[in-house]
C-alpha cells in the first residue's frame, strides 16, 4: 500500500514538475508576474509533494522528522505562492506591498520554527503507524505550536478564497467559469487536507490531486477563453467597427452586414440589396478570378455625397477552397475633405480665393498644353495708386476693394479660363482670345471702380493685354509682358488699356539684355567714370561730379538713359553705385599722392541705395580704405529719397554729416522740392537747374526764382551750384546773383577721367 503511494506521489510530482516546465518553454516568464507565479506554484508543490513521498517512505526517525519539517513548511509556501497567483490572476490587491511582506514575514518565521522541531518537538512528534498487511511509516502527532502554524495556513486560505469569490461574483459571466473553476479546485484541495488533518486519514491524499490542480491552473489560467465569450467579442468589435462590413457565403448571399454598413445602405435591413449591389460589381468576373484588392468609390446616401475606401477580401478554407468573401467600406469623406481643403489653401489666395500664383502658372501652362489649337491671351490688371488707397481708406476697406476685383473677373470668366491674384493688387487672367472684348473688362473695371470714389478720390483701374504668341515662353514673361503694358501708361489720364505690340516687345528685350549683360559688364570694367568740371565765379575748376558711361564692346558707349532707369527700376543700382562711389574715392586718393588736394568730387546716391546697403559703413570704409577727407566726396540726393520712410534717411544723412561728409541737394526746385525741405535735411550745398530760363515767357519769373532761392540758400548757410548752363547769356546773367558754382554743357561735357585731368589740373601733373 506505502509502496503505490509512493508512486502515485512520484507520479504527482512529476506531472508538475512537467507543467512547470512547459509552461516555462511556451510562455514568457521575465517581466510576467502571473506566468512567474504559477512557475513558483508548481515548484513549491513539487517540492512538498517530494519532502512528502520522502515521509512515507523513510524508516529513519531523524530522516522522517526532517521530512515532515520540510513537507509543513512546503504547506505554508504553496498558500503563499497561491496566494500571489490569485493575486496576478484576479488584479485584486495586486498593487500592494504592504500585506505580501506580513504574509511572508510569518511564513519564514514559521518555517524557522518547524524546521527546529526535531530539538524542541513543539510542532509535532511522530509515532508508528503500522498498516494490517506489516507495513509501516512514521505518522505524526501535533503539539500545541502547530495549532499556530494551522491558524497561520488557515489565514492564507482566508484570503485566497476571498480574493477568489469576490472576482467570481464581480466579473462578467462570460469569464465566471474560469475563476469559479480555480475557486472550487482550491476549496476542493483544502478540503481533502481538512479531512486528512481532522479525520483521521493515515495519508495526505490531497498531494495526489496536485498534479490534476497543476494541468487545471495552467488551462484556465493561460489557456481557456470560452467560445461564447470569442464569439460575443467578435460580434461587438464587427458592430462597432468605424465601417461597414458586408460578407457573402460561396453562392453571393449576404450572411452578415454590420450595424455601420446597415445604416449607411440598408436602413429597411433587407439585406437583397447589398446582393444586388455586390452582383452588379461582380458582374461578368469569376468569383475565383477576383484577387483581394481595393478600391475608392462615391456613393450619394440622404442627398449628401459620401467617399469611401472599400476593400475586398476572400475567405478560404483550410484545405483552400473558396468559401465566401468580405467587403469593407472606410469613410474617408472627412479626410478627403480635409486634403481638399489644404490643397485649396495652397493653391488660392486666403483673401481672394483667386488662384495664387504658383498655382497660376501651372494652371496656364496646363490650358496651353491641352488646347494646343486655342489662342490665348494674357490681361492683367492693378489698381493705380494701390497704397495710397491703403493709407487714406484703411487696410480692411483696401481688402474688400480686392475682393469685389476678384468677384467682378470671377463673374466675367467663364470655363476654359483661369484667373489669379499674383500679389497685392496685381491680378491676372488667361482666355481663349476669341472671347476677349475691351468692354468685358471695362464693365468690370468701371463698376469696381466706383467702389472707393469720392469727392477726394477716384480710382483707376489699368489693364495690360499680352497676346500669347510663343506658348513655350515662360508664364512669367507673359504676365510680365502684360504689365509692361501697364507700366507703359501709368502717366496718363485717358488710357486704362494697353496692348503688349512690337515697340514694347523690343524695349522689353532691350531691357532683358541690358540686365542680362549687366553683371558681366561690371565684373570686366565696361562701366567708366566720367567727370563733369564743376567751376567756381572765376573760372576755377575745384569739384568735378562723377557720371557713369558704359562702353560696350560691341555696341559702343551707351547712353545712361538706356540703362539707370532700369537699374533703378530693378534695384541693381546698388551693385553700380558701389563700384563708382569706389572709383572716386581712388581717384581722389590718387591725385592726393600726387600733390592735388584742392578739388573733391561729387557722387549720386539713389533712393535704393539707401535700402540696399548700410551707406554710412560704405563711406566711412571707404575714406578709410583710401586715406581720404570725408569731405572730398560729397553726397548728392535727390528730394526722391524722402518720399517713404523720410525719418530713417534722416537720421543716415545726420550721421554722415556728422562724420564730416558734405551733402549735395540735387535738382532743387524740379520737382515738389518744399522749402520743409531746406528746414529738415542737413544740406551743405543746394543745386538748381536753368530749366527754370528754359521757357522764354516765363524766363522773367524764373530769374526771380532763382534769385530768391539763392538768398534763401545764403541765408541758411550754403553753397549753391548752378547746372545746366549753356549760354553765355546764362553766364552773364548768373554772375550777379550770388551763386558759387556753375556747370554745364557751356564749360564742358563729361569727359574720360584722363582727359579730365589733362585740361583741369596742374601743369605738373604726371599720369
Not at 567708366?528 to 559702343?556: T, Y
Not at 568730387?601 to 539707401?610: G, L, P
Not at 544740406?683 to 524764373?702: E, T, Y
Request: hydrophobic share 45%; charged share 20%; net charge negative.
Amino acid at each position: 500500500m506505502i509502496r503505490l503511494h509512493v508512486l502515485i506521489f512520484l507520479i504527482t510530482s512529476f506531472v508538475m514538475l512537467a507543467s512547470g516546465v512547459y509552461i516555462a518553454t511556451k510562455h514568457k516568464i521575465k517581466n510576467n508576474k502571473l506566468n512567474m507565479s504559477i512557475i513558483q506554484l508548481l515548484v513549491v508543490a513539487t517540492i512538498t509533494c517530494l519532502a512528502y513521498t520522502f515521509v512515507i517512505s523513510s524508516h529513519v526517525l531523524e530522516k522522517a522528522e526532517l521530512a515532515y519539517s520540510l513537507y509543513f513548511v512546503g504547506i505554508d509556501w504553496i498558500l503563499i505562492t497561491f496566494l500571489y497567483y490569485a493575486r496576478q490572476y484576479t488584479k485584486i490587491w495586486h498593487e500592494g506591498y504592504s500585506a505580501p511582506l506580513i504574509t511572508v514575514s510569518i511564513a519564514v518565521l514559521d518555517s524557522i520554527s518547524l524546521l527546529c522541531n526535531s530539538k524542541w518537538h513543539h510542532a509535532f512528534v511522530l509515532e508508528k503507524m503500522v498498516f494490517p498487511n506489516g507495513e509501516w511509516f512514521y505518522d505524526f502527532t501535533i503539539s500545541d505550536y502547530y495549532m499556530v502554524h494551522l491558524t497561520f495556513c488557515y489565514i492564507l486560505v482566508a484570503l485566497v478564497v476571498v480574493i477568489l469569490a469576490k472576482k467570481t461574483f464581480t466579473t462578467s459571466g462570460v469569464h465566471r467559469n474560469r475563476y469559479l473553476a480555480i475557486l472550487v479546485l482550491f476549496l476542493g484541495l483544502i478540503l481533502l487536507n481538512v479531512l486528512y488533518l481532522f479525520f483521521s486519514f493515515p495519508l495526505d491524499i490531497s498531494m495526489c490531486f496536485y498534479a490534476i490542480g497543476t494541468i487545471v491552473i495552467g488551462y484556465y489560467t493561460l489557456l481557456y477563453n470560452p467560445k461564447t465569450f470569442v464569439e460575443y467579442m467578435l460580434s461587438t468589435i464587427t458592430e462597432r467597427m468605424e465601417c461597414a462590413l458586408i460578407s457573402f457565403d460561396e453562392n453571393d448571399i449576404c450572411i452578415y452586414s454590420n450595424q455601420f454598413a446597415n445604416r449607411l445602405f440598408c436602413p429597411s435591413g433587407d439585406k437583397r440589396i447589398f446582393e444586388d449591389r455586390f452582383k452588379r460589381w461582380r458582374q461578368g468576373k469569376d468569383t475565383n478570378s477576383i484577387s483581394n484588392t481595393s478600391w475608392n468609390d462615391i456613393y450619394t446616401i440622404n442627398d449628401e455625397e459620401y467617399r469611401f475606401d472599400v476593400h475586398f477580401n476572400k475567405i478560404y478554407d483550410k484545405r483552400g477552397y473558396y468559401c465566401g468573401c468580405y467587403l469593407s467600406f472606410y469613410d474617408v469623406t472627412g479626410d478627403f475633405l480635409a486634403y481638399e481643403e489644404e490643397k485649396y489653401r495652397n493653391t488660392h489666395d486666403a483673401l481672394t480665393g483667386a488662384l495664387n500664383k504658383e498655382s497660376f502658372y501651372e494652371e496656364v501652362k496646363k490650358l496651353l498644353d491641352e488646347n494646343p489649337t486655342t489662342e490665348y491671351i494674357m490681361c492683367c490688371c492693378n489698381i493705380k495708386g494701390f497704397k495710397l488707397i491703403n493709407d487714406m481708406f484703411g487696410v480692411d476697406e483696401a481688402d474688400k476693394l480686392l475682393v469685389r476685383c476678384a468677384d467682378a473677373i470671377r463673374e466675367k470668366i467663364k470655363p476654359g479660363a483661369s484667373f489669379a491674384r499674383l500679389e497685392a493688387d496685381r491680378f491676372a487672367v488667361i482666355m481663349p482670345k476669341v472671347r476677349y472684348t475691351e468692354e468685358l473688362f471695362m464693365t468690370g473695371m468701371n463698376k469696381v471702380s466706383h467702389y472707393l470714389n469720392n469727392a477726394q478720390y477716384r480710382m483707376t483701374i489699368l489693364v495690360g493685354v499680352y497676346d500669347i504668341y510663343d506658348r513655350d515662353a515662360p508664364v512669367i514673361s507673359m504676365v510680365d509682358g502684360a504689365f509692361l503694358a501697364i507700366d507703359s501708361i501709368k502717366g496718363s489720364f485717358k488710357n486704362s488699356i494697353a496692348y503688349y505690340g512690337d515697340m514694347l516687345r523690343h524695349e522689353y528685350m532691350s531691357e532683358q539684355k541690358i540686365l542680362g549683360e549687366f553683371e558681366d559688364a561690371l565684373q570686366t570694367g565696361q562701366f567708366a567714370m566720367f567727370l563733369q568740371p564743376v567751376v567756381d565765379m572765376n573760372g576755377k575748376v575745384s569739384l568735378a561730379e562723377a557720371l557713369v558711361r558704359w562702353i560696350h564692346p560691341d555696341r559702343g558707349i551707351i547712353s545712361p538713359l538706356s540703362f539707370i532707369p532700369l537699374l533703378e527700376k530693378t534695384g541693381y543700382i546698388y551693385k553700380l553705385d558701389l563700384y563708382m562711389w569706389d572709383q572716386a574715392a581712388k581717384r581722389v586718393a590718387y591725385w592726393e599722392s600726387m600733390g592735388i588736394d584742392d578739388i573733391s568730387v561729387s557722387v549720386n546716391i539713389s533712393v535704393k541705395d539707401f535700402y540696399y546697403v548700410d551707406l554710412f559703413d560704405v563711406f566711412t570704409g571707404l575714406v578709410e580704405k583710401y586715406n581720404i577727407a570725408p569731405h572730398k566726396l560729397k553726397l548728392e540726393i535727390t528730394e526722391s529719397i524722402f518720399m517713404t520712410e523720410k525719418e530713417r534717411q534722416l537720421e543716415i544723412l545726420n550721421s554722415l554729416k556728422e562724420y564730416g561728409f558734405l551733402i549735395e541737394i540735387d535738382d532743387f526746385g524740379s520737382g515738389f522740392s518744399s522749402l520743409n525741405m531746406l528746414k529738415e535735411v542737413p544740406a551743405d550745398i543746394l543745386k538748381m537747374d536753368m530749366a527754370f530760363l528754359s521757357i522764354d515767357k516765363n524766363a522773367n519769373r524764373g530769374r526771380k526764382i532763382i534769385n530768391t532761392i539763392i538768398t534763401l540758400a545764403k541765408a541758411l548757410e550754403m553753397q549753391v551750384i548752378i547746372e545746366g548752363v549753356e549760354t553765355k547769356e546764362q553766364l552773364d546773367y548768373l554772375s550777379g546773383t550770388g551763386a558759387d558754382f556753375l556747370q554745364g554743357y557751356y564749360f564742358n561735357k563729361p569727359l574720360p577721367v584722363k582727359k579730365f585731368e589733362e585740361m583741369y589740373l596742374q601743369s605738373s601733373f604726371i599720369n
